[in-house]
C-alpha cells in the first residue's frame, strides 16, 4: 500500500464488510487502522488478499468509535472512564467531548460488555458505521420540548413570589416549588444518582444534593429557583458548545450531495457523490460547487478555493490542474476525472485530521485535568466541614451553617474550568482551518506562541519552486546537442525542480531523452546514470567538488553565477566536467511580506537549502531572511536545526519535500508547504499550510497567541470566581441562587470567550 490507488481499492472492498466501523490509513507507515465489532480480522486478511496485498495484523484489538449525545462535559467523561477501566478486553480509551465521541481499543467479546456498561450509566451510545447510526443520520433530530421548562419557572417564580408575599400556607408553597423541581429536575437528579452509585462527585450529584439539603432544611422556594436555574444555565451552555461542536463539521456541507457524471453510453446523470468512483468523469457548471476532488480534463475557468487553501483569490484551472471538493466553479463549464473517492477528499482528510486533533490534550487541558481530580472532592470535604464543624465545636446555629455548605456544593463543580479549555482550543483549530492552516493538536497551537526561530527550505517554500533554465555553458569541445540531451534525459528522472527546469527546456527545442540505465539519486547533490554505456553525473557544486573534477576556471564561473541568484549544475563524465546549467527561480512576493511580519513578531529567521552558498546568501537578501545556510544535505538541516534548539530556541522548520523530512522532525513544529491533495503532508506535518503562502505562518503564531492569552483568561476568571464566592459563602452573604449564577454563569462565560476564536 504505497499510493492513494490502493489506498481507494482497499476502502471500496472493506466498506462492504459488515461490522467495519471505520478505516484509518496511514500511507507513510503502509499502516491500515480498523475500527471493528467483527469476531476476528480474518475476513479483512481475505478481503485484503483478494485484491492481491498481503495484510499482517499488528494487533488482534479492535477500535470502535461509540457517540454518546449525552457525553458534554469531563463529569460524564470520568463517570464513564472509571466504569470501563475494570472491564476486561478494554485496552484504551480516547474521549472526544466536543464531539461526543468515544474511541474505545477493545477484544472482539469486549464491546458489548462495554456498551451495556454505559448504557448502565444512562447513556445512549451508538458505534459509528452501525445500522443504528446510519438510521440517526438519516432521521430528524430529536428535539427536546420546551414547555416543561418554561413552566418549570412559572412554578419556581410564583413559589417565590407566593413565600415572600405570604398569599398562602407553608404547604401550597412546597407543592408549587415541588411541581417546578419535577418538572425540570428530574433529568438532574438521575443522573445524580447513578454518579453516587459509582462514587463520583460531578456537577448532577452536587446538584441533586443541594437541592435536597435545602428542601429538607424548608427552603422550598429557593431549591425550586436554583434547580430551573441550574437547567436553563445547562441549556445556554449545550447550546454554546454545539456551536464549537459543528464549527469544523460545517465545512463537509461545504460538499454537494449529488454531482453530474458520464455514463457508460455517453450521457450524463446526477447521482450521490457517496456512489462516484474513483476515474469516473464529472462534470461542473459555473456557479456549483465541485464535489469530489480530480483533475481537469476538459475545459477552463476560475476557481474558489477558499474553503480547501484560504486563498481570497479564485484560481485559474485548465486541462491537467487539480480541483478540489467543496470549491465553487465560478466562471467556465469544466469536466474532471475523479481521482479520490467522497471519504477520502482533501476536504474529508483535513476534517478528520481536525476532528482527531481535538481528542488530543493540550498542555494546559492536561494540567485543568489534573487539577480538577484534586479539586472537587477537596471542596466537597470542606463544605462537609463547613456544615459540621462550627454548629459542633463552636454553638454555631446548624441551620446557617449547613445552608452555607450547600451553596457551596453548588459551586464546588470545575465544569468552569475544565470546560474552558477544550472549546478554546477547538475554536482554535476550526478558526485556523478556515484559512487553510490545518493544525494537528492542540499541543501545536499552543506551542505556536512560543516559537523563536523559524527555519525556512527554499525552493518552493521562499521560492515559487518553478525555475527555468537561463544559460547553457559547454566546458569541452564536444556536440552541444547532446551534451544537452544527456543533461536532459538525467535530469528528467528527477523530481527536484531544478532537474525539472532543464528536462523542460530540452523538450521545448526538440531535444529527445536518452535512455538511463542505473539512475540514482543522491540528496543534496544530484543524480547519477549510464547512458550508452558511459557514466554520467549531473549535479551541484558540492558533487563536483566530490568527484574531484573542479577546477579554478569551473569555480570562477560558478561563483560569478551564483552571485547572480543563479542554481548552477553541472554534467560530468569520469574525467571531467562537460558543461553546466543555470538555472533561476524567482522569489514569491508573499514570503517578503511573510519575513518581516514575522520579524515583526519576534521571530528569528535562516534559511537552510541544499543549493549553493552564493544563491542562498542572494535569496536571503532579497526577502530579508536573518541567516542563509547553502549546500546542506538532509543531515546537515537536521543538525542545523539542534543547533538553535540547543541555543535554547523554540524551532519551527518550514519544508515542502523529502530531504526536509528528518528537520521537519525534530522541530518543535513542522510546517509542510502546500499540502492540499498531498496526503503524505497532511498525514505528517504538525501544521499544514494547504497552499503556499507564508504569509500563513505569521497568522498562525498570531493565532496561537491569541488562544493562550484566552486560556489564561478563562483559567483566572474561573478559579478567581470561585474563590470570591468562596469568601463571600463564608461571611454568610451568598445565597443558593447566586452560586447558581456564580458557577453556571463563569462557565458561559469561559465558553463564550473560547468562541471569540471563531471570529479571528
Known amino acids: 500500500m504505497d499510493c492513494p490507488t490502493e489506498q481507494t481499492l482497499i476502502q471500496d472492498k472493506l466498506s462492504k464488510l459488515a461490522g467495519i466501523d471505520k478505516l484509518d490509513f496511514n500511507l507513510i507507515n503502509r499502516i491500515l487502522g480498523v475500527w471493528h465489532s467483527l469476531p476476528s480480522t480474518a ?3 481475505a478481503a485484503i488478499s483478494s485484491l492481491g496485498m498481503q495484510a499482517e495484523p499488528l494487533s488482534a484489538e479492535g477500535q470502535a468509535r461509540i457517540k454518546i449525545e449525552q457525553m458534554d462535559c469531563p463529569t460524564e467523561e470520568k463517570l464513564i472512564r472509571d466504569k470501563l477501566t475494570s472491564l476486561p478486553g478494554i485496552s484504551a480509551l480516547e474521549f472526544n467531548l466536543v464531539q461526543r465521541v468515544l474511541t474505545l481499543s477493545h477484544t472482539a467479546e469486549a464491546l458489548p460488555a462495554a456498551l451495556a456498561a454505559i448504557r448502565e450509566l444512562g447513556f445512549t ?46 404547604w401550597a408553597v412546597a407543592g408549587v416549588a415541588l411541581l417546578a423541581i419535577l418538572l425540570c429536575g428530574l433529568t438532574t437528579y438521575k443522573k445524580g444518582w447513578i454518579a453516587l452509585k459509582n462514587r463520583n462527585l460531578n456537577i448532577n450529584a452536587l446538584m441533586s444534593i443541594a437541592v435536597t439539603g435545602a428542601v429538607l432544611i424548608g427552603q422550598w422556594p429557593e431549591a425550586a429557583m436554583v434547580m430551573f436555574l441550574f437547567s436553563v444555565a445547562e441549556l445556554i ?26 455514463q457508460v453510453d455517453g450521457t450524463w446523470l446526477e447521482v450521490d457523490v457517496k456512489t462516484i468512483a474513483v476515474g469516473a468523469l464529472v462534470r461542473v457548471r459555473p456557479g456549483e460547487r465541485i464535489g ?48 479520490a473517492a467522497a471519504a477520502n477528499t482533501t476536504l474529508a482528510r483535513i476534517i478528520h485530521a481536525v476532528e482527531e486533533a481535538q481528542g488530543s490534550r493540550a498542555p494546559t487541558q492536561r494540567f485543568v485535568d489534573q487539577f480538577a481530580k484534586v479539586y472537587t472532592p477537596v471542596v466537597f470535604l470542606f463544605a462537609l466541614a463547613i456544615a459540621i464543624v462550627p454548629p459542633l465545636f463552636m454553638a454555631e446555629p446548624w441551620y446557617d451553617w449547613i445552608y452555607r455548605a450547600l451553596v457551596l456544593l453548588v459551586v464546588a463543580c470545575p465544569c468552569a474550568l475544565v470546560i474552558s479549555t477544550p472549546v478554546t482550543i477547538v475554536s482554535g483549530l476550526a478558526a485556523a482551518a478556515r484559512k487553510g492552516i490545518l493544525i494537528k493538536g492542540g499541543v501545536y497551537l499552543e506551542t505556536g506562541g512560543k516559537l523563536g526561530f523559524l527555519a525556512l527550505d527554499k525552493t518552493g517554500t521562499i521560492t515559487h519552486g518553478k525555475p527555468v533554465q537561463t544559460d547553457y555553458m559547454p566546458l569541452v569541445e564536444q556536440d552541444s546537442e547532446l551534451c544537452r540531451t544527456h543533461a536532459a534525459s538525467l535530469a528528467s528522472r528527477s523530481d527536484h525542480p531544478v532537474s525539472q527546469a532543464i528536462a523542460k527546456h530540452a523538450t521545448e527545442n526538440g531535444l529527445m ?22 557514466d554520467f553525473h549531473l549535479g551541484n557544486h558540492r558533487l563536483v567538488e566530490e568527484l574531484g573534477l573542479c577546477s579554478p576556471e569551473l569555480e570562477t564561473t ?3 553565477l551564483e552571485r547572480q541568484g543563479k542554481t548552477v549544475v553541472v554534467l560530468c563524465n569520469p574525467q571531467r566536467a562537460i558543461a553546466l546549467f543555470a538555472v533561476a527561480d524567482t522569489v514569491k512576493d508573499s514570503s517578503r511580506q511573510a519575513i518581516e511580519e514575522l520579524h515583526a513578531l519576534g521571530v528569528k529567521t535562516t534559511m537552510l537549502t541544499g543549493d549553493n552558498p552564493h544563491t542562498a546568501e542572494a535569496i536571503a537578501q532579497q526577502v530579508g531572511i536573518d541567516e542563509a545556510r547553502g549546500n546542506l544535505l538532509p543531515v546537515d538541516k537536521l543538525q542545523a536545526v539542534e543547533a538553535l534548539q540547543a541555543r535554547g530556541y523554540v524551532v519551527g522548520m518550514v519544508g515542502d519535500g523529502i530531504n526536509d523530512a528528518p528537520a521537519l522532525a525534530k522541530s518543535e513544529i513542522g510546517f509542510a508547504m502546500a ?40 483559567i483566572v476568571l474561573a478559579l478567581g470566581i470561585k474563590a470570591l464566592f468562596l469568601a463571600i459563602t463564608l461571611t454568610g452573604q451568598a445565597t443558593m441562587w447566586m452560586a447558581v449564577f456564580a458557577d453556571m454563569g463563569v462557565s458561559l462565560l469561559v465558553v463564550f470567550n473560547g468562541l471569540r476564536l471563531l471570529k479571528k
Do not use: C
Open 43 to 45: 475476513p479483512i486478511e
Open 125 to 170: 451510545p451508538v458505534v459509528e458505521g452501525s445500522a443504528t447510526a446510519r438510521e440517526e443520520e438519516q432521521g430528524t433530530p430529536h428535539k427536546k420540548a420546551w414547555w416543561p421548562l418554561a413552566l418549570s419557572g412559572v412554578a419556581a417564580l410564583s413559589a417565590e413570589v407566593i413565600h415572600f408575599a405570604e398569599l398562602a400556607p407553608d
Open 237 to 262: 451552555e449545550a447550546k454554546s458548545l454545539d456551536r464549537a461542536r459543528n464549527a469544523i463539521r460545517g465545512l463537509m456541507d461545504l460538499t454537494p450531495e449529488r454531482a453530474t457524471v458520464q
Open 292 to 339: 469530489l476532488d480530480g483533475e481537469v480534463t476538459a475545459g477552463n475557468s476560475t476557481i474558489n478555493q477558499a474553503p480547501i487553501t484560504g486563498e481570497s483569490l479564485p484560481v485559474e484551472k485548465t486541462i491537467g490542474d487539480p480541483v478540489f471538493a467543496g470549491t465553487i466553479n465560478e466562471a467556465g463549464s469544466l469536466e474532471y476525472r475523479v481521482l
Open 513 to 534: 531523452f536518452a535512455t538511463v540505465e542505473g539512475f540514482e539519486a543522491l540528496p543534496g547533490r544530484g543524480v547519477r546514470g549510464t547512458i550508452e554505456g558511459m
Open 558 to 560: 560558478l561563483e560569478r
Open 675 to 714: 499540502a492540499a491533495g498531498t496526503d503524505t503532508a497532511i498525514e505528517t506535518a504538525d501544521v499544514a499550510l494547504m497552499d503556499d503562502d507564508l504569509r500563513k505562518i505569521p497568522a498562525f503564531i498570531r493565532l496561537s497567541q491569541q488562544t493562550a492569552v484566552i486560556l489564561k483568561q478563562n
